[in-house]
């Protein structure tokens, strides 16, 4: 069993509207609990009958529970992913999400084949769950496994934790190992939230982020066709072998490239085994390597893409110091890079929570604030310059 207990988001807002929907879950529970014979006789008309449903039954069936590991199971999904998404919405479209999400859900069940009543939040938490995957994919979810006679707490990817539960979800449906359980409906839910957040990233109604799954996936295209370009020969660090001779033009051939010497071969060498551990998302590898490179060669700086991925990759091995380095490279390289104020966010957190660097983190939290597009993100550089000035 595999308990979700947190992720490492940092809010930026109080996520008012998801504790009030988990309040009113629990207190219709309460009324479940403390009088049993009267709320099951009242509850029965409220449930969602998919062979003679009713419109209000869509909305009264998501608020109520079977019994406490049922509500116990969903609250706990709803705090743990349910906060970032109404942080990155906001209180009114979080309310209007999550309440079509627990709809879409139904009319799913009802459509795809659902026979007995059901109730619960499941549908509803599972477009939150679908959705945060598409948000957050690389944000860092704590797990407890339980095993046997021992609870062992490990941290894996919401892209890798949430991709599972819908591969699962989907697997029972189909199968219909599901017994009790409407996996239909959860179904129905991550196709929801997953759908919903895609377009809205697409249609820039979200703000964009660079780690969203969108983002995720446009980088894995731009690597696949690196990977194509150098297997047809092409060599980045070499630009004399790419060269066309003068004179009429011939069908081009790669030919061996000159041999390097001395620390240009070294420092040659070491780029072409980031690039390759980069084009084989081994971002650990491509980091190891990126810090020998620094120490054999000076104010070396990788590929804009590549030295972006190594920087994150050394601030989540919590390097602070090199990241920080990483990062302001890659500002004094590429000063036109789109994401720059975001940089100087991350620098600003990297120098004042990490490093003690307080002017430092003043000076980039200021640049970033006077650039920063997002509301949220301005909200996060002010409340680091507050914790600033109280140190």
Not at 72 to 82: A, D, E, S, T
Not at 204 to 224: G, M, N, Q
Request: charged share 15%.
């Amino acid at each position: 069993m595999l308990i979700p207990i947190r992720t490492d988001n940092q809010l930026t807002l109080t996520p008012t509207v998801n504790y009030a929907i988990i309040a009113v879950n629990v207190a219709v529970f309460a009324l479940q609990v403390f009088f049993p014979a009267g709320y099951e006789r009242l509850a029965t008309p409220y449930l969602l009958d998919p062979a003679a449903p009713e419109v209000y039954q869509f909305f009264t069936s998501m608020f109520m529970h079977g019994d406490w590991p049922h509500i116990l199971g969903n609250m706990l999904f709803l705090w743990v992913f349910g906060n970032a998404v109404n942080d990155r919405f906001g209180h009114v479209a979080y309310a209007a999400f999550y309440l079509a999400g627990g709809v879409g859900s139904g009319i799913g069940y009802v459509l795809l084949g659902g026979v007995v009543p059901v109730l619960g939040a499941s549908g509803a938490i599972a477009g939150v769950t679908g959705c945060y995957l598409v948000l957050f994919p690389r944000v860092r979810v704590t797990l407890l496994a339980w095993l046997l006679y021992f609870i062992v707490p490990f941290e894996v990817s919401s892209l890798v934790f949430l991709g599972f539960q819908v591969i699962f979800n989907l697997w029972a449906s189909l199968t219909g190992a599901g017994g009790r359980v409407a996996y239909v409906a959860h179904v129905s839910g991550y196709a929801y939230g997953i759908a919903i957040a895609a377009a809205l990233l697409a249609l820039r109604l979200l703000p964009r982020d660079v780690y969203d799954l969108l983002s995720l996936w446009k980088a894995a295209r731009r690597r696949a066709a690196y990977r194509r370009m150098v297997a047809h020969g092409y060599d980045p660090f070499n630009p004399q072998r790419n060269a066309r001779p003068a004179g009429p033009r011939r069908p081009w051939r790669p030919g061996p490239p000159a041999p390097p010497t001395g620390a240009d071969s070294e420092e040659a060498a070491l780029r072409r085994r980031i690039a390759q551990a980069h084009a084989a998302s081994d971002l650990p590898t491509a980091s190891r390597l990126y810090l020998e490179l620094v120490a054999a060669a000076d104010n070396v700086v990788l590929p804009q893409q590549q030295q972006l991925d190594v920087s994150n990759q050394l601030m989540a091995d919590q390097r602070y110091g090199p990241a920080a380095d990483a990062y302001e490279r890659l500002l004094r390289h590429y000063p036109g890079y789109e994401h720059a104020a975001d940089i100087r966010l991350m620098l600003g957190i990297l120098y004042g929570r990490y490093l003690g660097q307080r002017d430092r983190a003043k000076t980039n939290l200021l640049a970033a604030l006077d650039r920063l597009a997002e509301a949220s993100k301005k909200a996060m550089a002010r409340a680091e310059l507050k914790a600033l000035d109280r140190q």
